[in-house]
């Protein structure tokens, strides 16, 4: 059974950076792409980034293109996202989580959720 563990979050001020982790055990073939996801108070889990499995696509949610950089290392099984320039938009608790290869913007075909990392962005 392959568990995800996100890592990295915090309290950081407007303007700061996080980077956040996402480590995989268990049985650890990469067919897989890897999202980060986040939720906010009262809002519904929203789509933040995705990788191919290969590596060779992304995607990010329009809001933090140009901002958040997500990457993986298969050699190590774990994925992450640099997260610069943050506001306090980003605040929320990041989910990472897989789905077979691709990257999909069905929130739902993804599985494997990890426990989650809060972020905080604030003064």
């Not at 889990?45 to 590596?55: A, M, P």
């Not at 990041?94 to 929130?107: E, K, M």
Request: glycine share 14%.
């Amino acid at each position: 059974q392959v568990q995800l563990v996100e890592s990295g979050g915090g309290l950081v001020q407007p303007g700061g950076s996080l980077r956040l982790s996402c480590a995989a055990s268990g049985s650890t073939r990469n067919n897989y792409a890897i999202g980060w996801f986040r939720q906010a108070p009262g809002k519904e889990r929203e789509g933040v980034s995705c990788i191919s499995y290969g590596g060779s696509t992304s995607y990010y949610l329009g809001s933090v293109k140009g901002r958040f950089t997500i990457s993986r290392d298969n050699g190590k099984n774990a994925v992450y996202l640099q997260m610069n320039s943050l506001t306090p938009g980003d605040t929320g608790v990041y989910y990472c989580a897989r789905r077979s290869y691709l990257c999909s913007d069905s929130v739902s075909s993804y599985t494997n959720w990890g426990q989650g990392t809060q972020v905080t962005v604030s003064s």
